[in-house]
């Protein structure tokens, strides 16, 4: 079997077909960032540059166009392929029918810019939609059976050439599996962190609803003889109610699966001191706590715990040559703030880290609040997250 991200495929060359061409264009396909405008402009440089040193080519002028032409499609490579495909191996094989009409297309000399066709089935294989990945093979193929048929002294050639070409679409369709097993795996930690989160606010919500049927139990049971307990009753339970009001809506479409709650007390920010230790095989952990923590909502204390924790276990991990972990947590009327720093290695990423990262902020937006991780100045990671104490704006 083979497995796309977005579904099995049948070793039958058929079912293969057919699967591959209702397979979608990669989504989000980057655009063309500077280093794609700074390639064109050297290919189109060293273009001009040949074409006035070398003394080979009888036809400069048409090569010249048709590098024109097809060199900028590199710009579109990505977002539009096919169109790329089309542009520049179209006009590859207009430029061999003057070398057809005078019966030696085997002797034209090409370009050694034009290696940079090769970046187009790469593109069109990683990025494409199948349905055009297959219809641009069949273009490319156009120039490619042409010198085969009429170019008979270089069989060799037309060999190396067509194991490199088909090489190109080999790598572009492994890096496409490549991404779309990814994305598969951080829409799998998204789901999981949603269902994490949705258990903890289910948990929190339980305990509230627990109190509020105790109170208006015992409001029953006292009210004929004291009415005024049976008022503070209803006071008790206006106010579990506006909390478990409050922290319902901080679900935002989160999952939940079939296990049973957890009866264990949900962690809180008081909890993150525990979370401090010092270890002689790894950097100790020091927690400060700022502000007061007794009015924050129970789901945004949890959420502040888990992002301390898993920062912390990120920094145990990756951060080579750390010799302590600070953790800051700072609470206000509006935020919470949890700030962990390192003073390990400083990469511009950390190996194995990403996903880490992802199900953080993913926790952090679920609550409408933000989670950025990366260097600090000088030396070590730094992550901070931001959580408002209301929950997400409605």
Known sequence: MLTSATGTYNWRVPTVLRSFWSEPAVADAPRPMWRDWSLVAVLGVLTVVEMFVRDDIPYPWLSLLAAAVGIPTLLIRRTHPLAAVVITFGIATLVDIPWLIDGRVGEAPGLYTSGSVLLLPYALFRWGSGRHALIGLMVMSAPIVVHSVFDYNAASETVTGLVIFLATIVLGLAMRFRGGARTAKLDELRA??????????HDTVAHHVSAIAIRAQAGIAVAPTDPNAALDALRVIETEASRTLTEMRTIVRTLRGDDAPELAPLPTIADVPTLAVATTDGPAVHVELLGATDDVPAAIGTAAYRLAQESITNARRHAHGASRIDVVVRSTPDTVTVEVTDDGSTPTTRRGA???????????????????????????WMVTAVLPVTGVAQ
């Open 192 to 201: 999981r962190e949603r269902e994490h989160l949705a258990r903890d606010l």
């Open 354 to 380: 990403g996903y880490g990262i992802v199900g953080m902020v993913e926790r952090a937006e679920q609550l409408g609040g933000t989670c950025t991780a990366g260097p600090r100045d000088g030396r070590g």
